[in-house]
């Protein structure tokens, strides 16, 4: 298990009808599409798990690889996220353990 796919929750609107919203639902979009992100991410980290346990359960073998040896030889890859999607990277990475 690597941890290197993310799966994420996009919330996307068109501009136009976006920028036609008044202030106050603006802001309720924004809101709520950033509760929705955090709710998809914790959801997707419990059923992972469910996942996982379900595997082992029923006689997968499941390898664990060396995080730190991983994350130091990806440090590249890692570089070339960070200068396009700034802190989201690390926090991803935290995420992942």
Known sequence: MSRH????????ASKPKFDA????DKEIVRTTG????????DLMGE??????????ENGSQVTEI??????????????VARSRYGDLVGKLIA???
């Open 95 to 97: 995420a992942a353990g």
């Open 34 to 41: 950033a509760e929705a992100a955090q709710h998809w991410f």
């Open 47 to 56: 059923r992972d798990e469910k996942a996982l346990k379900f595997c082992k």
């Open 5 to 12: 796919v993310y799966n994420a929750c996009l919330f996307m």
């Open 66 to 79: 060396a995080y730190e040896e991983f994350r130091k030889a990806m440090t590249p890859v890692y570089d």
């Open 21 to 24: 919203l008044a202030a106050g």
